[in-house]
C-alpha cells in the first residue's frame, strides 16, 4: 500500500509545490487547445466559390417590351353605284389583285342612261360638224357657232358622267390583299357612297407593329435598327424586324413615343392582329469586357464584383457599366481583363474575406 507522506512541519510550501504543478499542466493544456482551434478557425475562413476569368466578347444593348402586328396596307371596299348586289365573286380568304373584280350591281338603269348621253352627243356632234362647214364660210355668226360648241362639251361630260356610273355598277378592289371579311350579300340594296362596308381587304404581305418607348430611350433609338419579334403561334421562332418610322413627339400623358416596326410577311406566315413580344436592339459592341449578370453585384445603382488574388483573397471593386442583355453585362471600367473574377457564393462575402476556389470557369 502506498502512502503520502506530507511535510507537516513545512505545510504551505506542500501546497505551493501542487498549486505550481497544476498551473503547468493546465496552462500546457491551454495552449494544445488554442492551437487546434486557430488551425479550425483557418479552415472555417475559407469560402468556397467559383470564379471566372474575366473576356471579352460582343454584347448587344436592347429594349424589350410588346406590339400588336397589323396590316401596312388595308382598306374597306363601299359601293360607288346605287342599286342591287347581282353578283359576288369573291368569298372570305380568296386573295384579290388591285383592280380586280369583287361583285355587280344591276346595270340596266345605268346603261339606258349611258345610250342616251351618248346618243344625245352624238346628235349633236354632227351639227356641229355641219355648222362648223358654214362658219369657216362665214354663212353663221360665230356667237352661235361657240354656243353649239359649248353644248356638244356639255353633252360629252354628261355621258362621260353616264359612262363612268355604269363602270362603278362594277364593284373592284382597290389594293391587293386578302378579303379578310365579307359583309354584303346578294340581292342586298346598296347606295352610293355609304358608310356601310361590302369588304374589308388586307394587304399582309407586309406588316408594322406599334411600340411605345418611354423617354429615356429617345437618344438610343433611330430608324434602321433591327428588333426581333417572337408570337405565341411560332414560339421557337425569332422574327426579324426593322425600325422604320419614329415618332418625332412625346407623349404628355404616358411619358412614351411612338416606334413603328416593320416587318417582311411574303411568305403569309404571320396574321394582322398576332401579339408579338419585341426585342428592341439598340446597338453591338464587339471586343469588349462582358461578365455573366449574376456575377455583378447591384445595390442602389451600385455595382460591384468581387475578385480573386494569388493568395486567395477576395476583394470587392466597384465597376461601371454598360450594355447588357438577357445573360451578361458590359463591364466599362473598375477591371481588367484576365482578372479573376468570383461568379458563385459571392453573396457570403465580405471584402477582404479569404476564399478557397473550388470551381473555376470559362467564358460563353
Known amino acids: ?21 497544476s498551473s503547468l499542466l493546465l496552462n500546457g493544456c491551454g495552449q494544445a487547445g488554442a492551437s487546434n482551434q486557430t488551425e479550425t478557425a483557418e479552415v472555417v475562413a475559407r469560402i468556397p466559390v467559383a470564379t471566372q476569368l474575366v473576356g471579352s466578347s460582343s454584347i448587344t444593348a436592347s429594349f424589350k417590351t410588346t406590339a400588336t402586328l397589323e396590316a401596312i396596307a388595308e382598306t374597306d371596299v363601299v359601293s360607288k353605284a346605287n342599286g342591287l348586289i347581282e353578283d359576288i365573286l369573291v368569298e372570305e380568304g380568296d386573295f384579290v389583285q388591285q383592280g ?32 362648223k362647214d358654214m362658219a369657216e364660210r362665214d ?14 362639251d356639255l353633252l360629252q361630260a354628261r355621258y362621260d358622267m353616264a359612262a363612268l356610273n355604269l ?3 362594277e364593284i373592284r378592289a382597290p389594293i391587293s390583299g386578302f378579303v379578310s371579311k365579307r359583309y354584303v350579300k346578294l340581292g342586298n340594296l346598296i347606295k352610293q357612297y355609304e358608310s356601310a362596308k361590302l369588304f374589308h381587304i388586307v394587304a399582309s404581305d407586309a406588316l408594322q407593329g406599334n411600340v411605345y418607348l418611354p423617354e429615356r430611350e ?35 400623358q404616358s411619358g412614351t413615343f411612338r416606334v413603328v416596326l ?3 410577311n411574303s411568305d ?11 426585342n428592341l436592339n439598340y446597338a453591338t459592341r464587339d471586343n469588349t469586357m462582358t461578365l455573366p449578370r449574376y456575377a455583378v453585384i447591384s445595390l442602389d445603382n451600385q455595382y460591384s464584383v468581387f475578385t480573386v488574388d494569388a493568395e486567395g483573397v477576395a476583394h470587392k471593386v466597384d465597376v461601371k457599366i454598360g450594355f447588357e442583355d438577357e445573360q451578361r ?28 476556389v473550388i470551381r473555376s470557369e470559362q467564358q460563353s
Open 167 to 169: 363602270a362603278e355598277t
Open 139 to 152: 354663212m353663221i355668226s360665230a356667237d352661235a357657232y361657240d354656243k353649239l360648241r359649248y353644248q356638244v
Open 268 to 278: 403569309n406566315q404571320l396574321k394582322p392582329g398576332m401579339f408579338a413580344h419585341v
Open 329 to 356: 453585362i458590359e463591364i466599362i471600367e473598375g477591371i481588367a481583363l484576365g482578372d479573376q473574377i468570383v461568379v458563385n457564393g459571392q453573396a457570403n462575402l465580405k471584402d477582404a474575406a479569404l476564399v478557397e
Open 218 to 252: 429617345l437618344k438610343n433609338i433611330a430608324v434602321g435598327q433591327s428588333a426581333q419579334l417572337r408570337v405565341s403561334a411560332y414560339p421557337n421562332q425569332s422574327i426579324d424586324a426593322t425600325v422604320a418610322r419614329i415618332s418625332p413627339v412625346v407623349d404628355t
Open 1 to 21: 500500500m502506498n502512502t503520502v507522506t506530507v511535510n507537516t512541519r513545512y505545510p504551505s510550501a506542500g501546497l505551493a509545490v501542487l498549486l505550481l504543478t
Open 100 to 131: 380586280q373584280l369583287l361583285a355587280r350591281v344591276r346595270d340596266h338603269e345605268y346603261r339606258i342612261q349611258a345610250a342616251q348621253a351618248q346618243a344625245e352627243l352624238s346628235s349633236v356632234q354632227q351639227e356641229l360638224k355641219r355648222v
Open 262 to 264: 416593320t416587318v417582311n
